[in-house]
């Protein structure tokens, strides 16, 4: 306690109702290709719907990542989600059909490299890299041109001057600078009609916008013409400022800004998709998950993923982290139209994966259908997988198994292309792949709850794993409150007295049968103490799933007590 110099009272706190916290156990991440979208940046969705806002629809290249992504959003509400491309082809539309086009990845990017209107491609490009930027088309007009604003869509002319309330002028910001002519507006039009289905649909439109780059808006936020249109835009960035734009991007102070000799309409192209990323792409994204101080997250489906993505993943993330497991799904060929080899094919595939717990794979892909493009499709199904790991979170714990008729059914299944037999699923159950099986009147369910791990092993079961990711996890975060404190008696009853009781409430929720907290002078012996180090042993008795039933039925005579036949 505080030494006081003179008679008084001294009041003080202590806080003794620290906790072992919850941690998040639903939330996936995803890298995978799509149509539109920042690259190699994470953004969070919360739905399908939100999904395709920040991602676009699926397309014939894109639609394996967009319904993994998709399938796991409908058993839970929190995707971290990373675009992927070719970054060695794809390429942002851009104004100037005449220039290099270039690729800007994301905002970050754009800050750091084009923002300062160096890049010679015209006055706007395209948020994003893909074709879908090919489809838009921006029209400027100012106060001078704004009268009998008609835009040329195809062979249609578009009247925009009702799109408005009045024309621009001169703002009341640019007024008292003493200058005059800023204000424009912008309107961003779908041309091709790839974005709403109609061509020369209106986007986005920006009104009494400013030439001056410090003008302001009555509530004071910038109404420069570069700034409203990066910061609110969903489609396109500046560039450059108009040829015809003297005085552009100037303060106002007593500055007379140039009119346009005519509106401004300018079509963009040359954007190019490249949705088939490398391996090297998929990895360099999925490596962005690996940072757990950044990224908390416990899922991570990889959608159509080759071996080598796989086994990236598995090593380079989450055996890193030590706190998410990977759903990886076998390919295509081995299970599409592969009648007959199905078996054999999936566990070639498993044998050139790695062996961790860490990792689960199912035993192929399902038949659904995609509304956007009226077709069916074949996606992989460890967006279910990892989603069945949600649904048992949400009606159940982490440590209860994701499989079987009560938690495991999986979603949107047309059909299976291979619902492996009792025959097969003994072949693929024992080399680590859980079977998904449809079964008439019970629906398409995970039949199996088995971890890549090929040695036997408590931890070669997906519940017993994601038990231990729980309590390591939320125990690790209390830990970190003793960082700094005494390796004392005193430290090591409260660390104790900390972790015991959030071990009895996983046990009283049947995650664990028994368990032990070791944390005193048996284990923090003065050489321990000297190193600056503290050391605590927690047993763990994790609680098993039910795999195998035997049923036995025993018919006796009439005549035969049951004590007599060992009843």
Known sequence: MAFQLSPGVLVTERDLTAVVPSVATTAGGFAGAFQWGPVDQVVTVDSENQLVQRFGIPNDTTYES????ANFLSYGNNLQVIRVVNQGTAKNAIANAS?????????????GTYSDGSASVGEWAAKYPGVLGNSLKVAMADGNTFGGWNVIIGSSVIDTDSLF????????????????HDEMHIIVFDEDGQWTGTKGTVLEKFAFVSKASDAKRPDGT????????NNESKYIYWMDHTELGTNWGTTAENKTFANLASNVQLSLSLGV??????DGNINS????????ELYDLSLLPLGKASSTVANFAISSVAEVRKDCVVFVSPELADVVNNVGDEVTDVIAFRETLSSTSYAVLDSGYKYQYDRYNDVYRYVPLNGDTAGTAVRTDFVA??????????RGQIKNVVKLPFSPSKADRDLLYKKGVNPVVTFPGNGTALFGDKTLLAKPSAFDRINVRRLFIVLEKAIATAAKFQLFEFNDAFTRAQFRNLVEPFLREVEGRRGINEFKVVCDESNNTGEVVDRNEFVADIFIK??????????????????ISFEEVGA
């Open 66 to 69: 967009f319904f993994t992504a």
């Open 99 to 111: 220039a290099t086009a270039i690729l800007i990845k994301n905002e970050d990017q754009y800050d």
């Open 165 to 180: 309330d009045s024309s621009p002028s001169t703002s009341p910001y640019v007024s008292a600078q003493g200058g005059s």
């Open 222 to 229: 910038s109404s420069y013409y570069k700034e409203v249109v």
């Open 273 to 278: 998709s490249a949705d088939s990323p490398t």
């Open 285 to 292: 994204a999925l490596s962005i998950f690996a940072n757990d």
């Open 397 to 406: 714990d982490p440590w209860f198994s994701p499989a079987g008729f009560n």
């Open 542 to 559: 994790p609680a098993r799933s039910i795999n195998f039933i035997q049923l036995n039925f025993i018919a006796t005579r009439s005549g």
